[in-house]
């Protein structure tokens, strides 16, 4: 009995990690800076990106990123844990665009666009042709309404439940308000049928 091994236990590293989000907000909300550095550069590609698909503009990117993440930075500790960090986040930005939207179409009430500022896609020749401006000009003629459902389905991949959550709206009118965006989109782009495929 004494030359007996006793059975190793496994150390137990790396069951856990202490960098998900609900980690990295938990340490910031006890006063752990770092923690919301960790968690911007986490998300920051993915606000970005939503913004960018949201608006079709790349000029105001950068700027309403930092908006989100200074209103995440002061409202963090009233994040509740009853869904993914992703969604809260998303919600703020959406929120964001709509505010930046809000006020673009208020400018334009006040501003006379002359012709020379219109920036439009043509597509007289295969050389010019860009598929991606197409689409993304496309989508962003799109109402407000159906264009934050249709970007948080197809370009960020959320479930519907994750987009009624954070359009504050019901499932149903998010499976709508897709399906009529694809529908627009389909009658948008059918008379470039032949390029896009």
Known sequence: MENEEKPVMP???AIFTLDDDYSLINAFNDGD????????SRHKEKVRNLIYATLGDARNVDDISQEVFIVVYHKLHTFRFQSRFTTWLYRVTINKCRDHLRKVKIRSVFTYLSSDDAEKVT???PDNFDIKV????????????LRSPLVLKDFEGCSYEEIA????TEIGTVKSRIFRAREALKKDLEPLKRELL
């Open 134 to 145: 197409v689409v993304r000009d496309a989508v962003n003629r799109l109402p407000e309404k």
């Open 11 to 13: 150390q137990a590293q």
């Open 165 to 168: 959550e954070v359009l504050d």
């Open 33 to 40: 800076q770092a923690a919301f550095t960790r968690l911007v």
């Open 123 to 125: 597509v007289d020749s």
